[in-house]
């Protein structure tokens, strides 16, 4: 029998002792099942943005490492594809997200946490099928711009404000069409009271009966996350 190169685990962190100092560096090296582990002690701050993770089936699992950066107004997007998982990091002004032009299955975001009152958004501008986002703390955002499938949506808490989500909604998904996507057991919350040319608080914009909407909680809040 013809043998089979076994997944690899790629180590980032910063000052030595690890494979990588950067996660693009050790994604350009990278083959499909392998692990980008990130230590605690990775700087951001050495990282290129736009991140672009173009190796299917590849692991980003965080041990106590943030990823992103303090400023939310450049161009810190982080370009995933088909069976990237992203796991146990912390967000710092990320856009994670997925291009129009390609169907993209099998994404994995789960157990993620958004730094303090960071901006961190998930925006899958194409097609998608097979998602899940499950357990993740302080997002900004979810927005579908294309056909999904097969999407479960499960223990998160949504955050937005006038500063880090100006449309007031957290999960969008008006303008696609979605077949068997479930939103279950998840918190949307906001310190936004109005939004420009409308007289309430809008979180939710989703038109789709393909959606199952169940045990999950909406509140307004008086002071942002922790």
Known sequence: SIPTASAATLTVCSGGGCDYTT????????????????????SAADETF?????????????????????????????????????????????????QASEYV????????????TATTTIYFAGQIGYASITDNRNLDSIVFNSTSTNVTISGNTFYGDVFNNSSGILL??????????????????????????????????IFSPSVTFTTNTVRYIEQAPS
Not at 23 to 42: K, R
Not at 182 to 193: G, H
Not at 197 to 203: D, F, I, P, T
């Open 23 to 42: 996660i693009s560096a050790a994604e350009a090296t990278a083959s499909p099942g392998d692990v980008i582990s990130v230590g605690g002690i990775y």
């Open 50 to 98: 736009p991140l672009v993770i173009d190796v299917a089936n590849l692991s980003i699992v965080c041990s106590g490492a943030t990823i992103g950066q303090t400023n939310a107004t450049g161009n810190n997007t982080f370009q995933l594809t088909t069976s990237s998982t992203i796991s146990g990091c912390g967000l710092s002004n990320v856009k994670l997200y997925t």
């Open 105 to 116: 299955s099998g994404i994995n975001i789960s157990g993620n946490t958004a730094v303090g």
């Open 172 to 205: 969008g998904m008006g303008a696609a069409t979605a077949t068997a996507v479930t939103v279950t057991n998840n918190i949307f919350e906001s310190r936004l009271t109005s939004i420009s040319g409308a007289s309430n608080l809008k979180l939710i914009d």
